[in-house]
C-alpha cells in the first residue's frame, strides 16, 4: 500500500505504522518519538510529540481524521496523505507538547549525564518556548538508588514507560514500575524490592532523559570527552556487540549500541555493561557513527579550512 508523507509517496507493508514509514523515507520529515521503540512490544503513545495530521484517511475513504494522531501507534492506509513539518498545526502542537513535557523538568542540563544524547534536549532546542504558561511550582522528588547499579531522578522523569517495557519483556521479574495516578505519577520500585538482574542496565539506555543514571558512570566524564567506539565480545548471555567509550585507553562506560533514533540496536547483559571493563576484554572494530549535529562531533567535521579569528576591540582590553 501507498502512503504520503510530506510530499513523499512510498509503499509499505499492511500494518505498517506512519513512523515506521516515515523512517523508510528518512530526513526532516520523522516524527520525534520519546516513548516509542521497536524493539519493544506495547510502546509508544504515552509522549505525544510524534503528532502529525492525516488530510486523507485513504483512496476508498479520503475524509481525513479529524485530531491530530499519534504517528507511531496510528497504521497506514492505502493511499493516505499524512502531513507533518509542512503543518503549521503540527508543529504549533509540537511546541505546547514539548512545553507540557518541560513543566516538571529540571533545568540541570549543565549537571546531568545525558547532556549531548538526550532527546528532550534537541527538542527543545527545536520546538522549545521561552515563556510558559505553568505558574505552580514544579513536583520535586528526592533522588534514589532502585538497584546497586541504577539511579533514579524522578525530576527529570517524563513517563514514557520505557523502562517499565524493558523490565517487563526482558527480565524474569518486574520490580518497579508507575505508582499513584495523575499528578502523582511516578517511577518506583516495589517496597523491599530492589532491581537486579543481568538485563537491567538496558532500562539507563532506553531512557529518553537524564532520569535513569549508570551510577558506576555518574559525573565521572561528559560524553563529548570520550571516544565512542563499536566493540564485541563473545558472551553467552547476550551478543556482546557494544560501545565502548574510550578515555585515552580507559573504558569509561559501556553501552549498547544505539540508532540515529535513539534505539537499541540490541539489548546488552550487565556482563559486558559493567564488569568488562578493559579494552583487553573486547575487539574494536572502529569508531561509532554519530549524527554531524550531534554534540560528540564536535571536532570531527569542519567546513574548509579553519578561519583565523579576528577580534575587533580596543587594544587597550586585550
Same mark, same amino acid.
Given at each position: 500500500?501507498?502512503?504520503?508523507? +510530506? *510530499?513523499?509517496?512510498? #509503499?509499505?507493508?499492511?500494518?505498517?505504522?506512519? !513512523? &515506521? =514509514?516515515?523512517?523508510?523515507?528518512?530526513?526532516?520529515?520523522?516524527?520525534?518519538?520519546?516513548?516509542?521503540?521497536?524493539?519493544?512490544?506495547?510502546?509508544?503513545?504515552?509522549?505525544?510529540?510524534?503528532?502529525?495530521?492525516?488530510?486523507?484517511?485513504?483512496?476508498?475513504?479520503?475524509?481525513?481524521?479529524?485530531?491530530?494522531?499519534?504517528?507511531?501507534?496510528?497504521?497506514?492506509? +492505502? *493511499?493516505?496523505?499524512? #502531513?507533518?513539518?509542512?503543518?503549521?498545526?503540527? !508543529? &504549533? =502542537?509540537?511546541?505546547?507538547?514539548?512545553?507540557?513535557?518541560?513543566?516538571?523538568?529540571?533545568?540541570?542540563?549543565?549537571?546531568?549525564?545525558?547532556?549531548?544524547?538526550?532527546?528532550?534536549?534537541?527538542?527543545?532546542?527545536?520546538?522549545?518556548?521561552?515563556?510558559?504558561?505553568?505558574?505552580?511550582?514544579?513536583?520535586?522528588?528526592?533522588?534514589?538508588?532502585?538497584?546497586?547499579?541504577?539511579?533514579?531522578?524522578?525530576?527529570?522523569?517524563?513517563?514514557?514507560?520505557?523502562?517499565?517495557?524493558?523490565?517487563?519483556?526482558?527480565?524474569?521479574?518486574?520490580?518497579?514500575?508507575?505508582?499513584?495516578?495523575?499528578?502523582?505519577?511516578?517511577?518506583?520500585?516495589?517496597?523491599?524490592?530492589?532491581?537486579?538482574?543481568?538485563?537491567?542496565?538496558?532500562?539507563?539506555?532506553?531512557?529518553?532523559?537524564?532520569?535513569?543514571?549508570?551510577?558506576?558512570?555518574?559525573?565521572?566524564?561528559?560524553?563529548?570527552?570520550?571516544?565512542?567506539?563499536?566493540?564485541?565480545?563473545?558472551?553467552?548471555?547476550?551478543?556482546?556487540?557494544?560501545?565502548?567509550?574510550?578515555?585515552?585507553?580507559?573504558?569509561?562506560?559501556?553501552?549498547?549500541?544505539?540508532?540515529?533514533?535513539?534505539?537499541?540496536?540490541?539489548?546488552?547483559?550487565?556482563?559486558?555493561?559493567?564488569?568488562?571493563?578493559?579494552?583487553?576484554?573486547?575487539?574494536?572494530?572502529?569508531?561509532?557513527?554519530?549524527?554531524?549535529?550531534?554534540?560528540?562531533?564536535?571536532?570531527?567535521?569542519?567546513?574548509?579550512?579553519?578561519?583565523?579569528?579576528?577580534?575587533?576591540?580596543?587594544?587597550?582590553?586585550?
Amino acid at each position: 500500500m501507498k502512503v504520503t508523507i +510530506d *510530499g513523499h509517496t512510498i #509503499e509499505v507493508e499492511p500494518g505498517t505504522t506512519i !513512523l &515506521e =514509514a516515515a523512517r523508510k523515507i528518512g530526513g526532516d520529515i520523522v516524527p520525534p518519538a520519546m516513548c516509542y521503540h521497536s524493539k519493544l512490544e506495547n510502546t509508544g503513545g504515552n509522549c505525544r510529540v510524534c503528532l502529525v495530521k492525516v488530510s486523507q484517511g485513504s483512496e476508498k475513504d479520503p475524509r481525513p481524521i479529524p485530531k491530530l494522531a499519534p504517528s507511531c501507534k496510528t497504521q497506514v492506509m +492505502d *493511499g493516505m496523505v499524512v #502531513e507533518n513539518i509542512t503543518n503549521p498545526q503540527v !508543529l &504549533e =502542537a509540537r511546541k505546547s507538547v514539548v512545553e507540557l513535557l518541560l513543566i516538571n523538568h529540571p533545568l540541570d542540563c549543565p549537571i546531568c549525564d545525558q547532556a549531548g544524547e538526550c532527546e528532550l534536549q534537541n527538542l527543545s532546542f527545536k520546538h522549545g518556548v521561552v515563556d510558559t504558561f505553568f505558574k505552580d511550582d514544579k513536583r520535586v522528588f528526592e533522588p534514589e538508588d532502585i538497584g546497586d547499579k541504577i539511579h533514579l531522578h524522578m525530576n527529570r522523569c517524563i513517563l514514557c514507560y520505557r523502562c517499565v517495557r524493558v523490565a517487563e519483556q526482558l527480565t524474569p521479574n518486574r520490580v518497579h514500575g508507575v505508582i499513584h495516578r495523575g499528578n502523582d505519577s511516578k517511577i518506583s520500585n516495589y517496597i523491599k524490592n530492589a532491581i537486579d538482574n543481568e538485563m537491567s542496565g538496558n532500562m539507563i539506555d532506553v531512557c529518553p532523559v537524564g532520569a535513569l543514571t549508570d551510577k558506576t558512570f555518574r559525573f565521572k566524564s561528559r560524553i563529548w570527552f570520550l571516544k565512542p567506539m563499536d566493540a564485541h565480545r563473545d558472551c553467552d548471555k547476550c551478543c556482546g556487540k557494544a560501545t565502548i567509550w574510550l578515555f585515552g585507553e580507559e573504558i569509561y562506560r559501556v553501552t549498547a549500541r544505539k540508532t540515529k533514533y535513539g534505539e537499541l540496536e540490541e539489548f546488552i547483559c550487565n556482563t559486558c555493561r559493567y564488569d568488562k571493563k578493559n579494552v583487553s576484554n573486547w575487539t574494536i572494530t572502529g569508531p561509532r557513527a554519530y549524527e554531524k549535529w550531534s554534540v560528540i562531533n564536535q571536532n570531527s567535521y569542519l567546513n574548509g579550512p579553519l578561519k583565523k579569528v579576528v577580534i575587533n576591540a580596543d587594544k587597550r582590553l586585550l
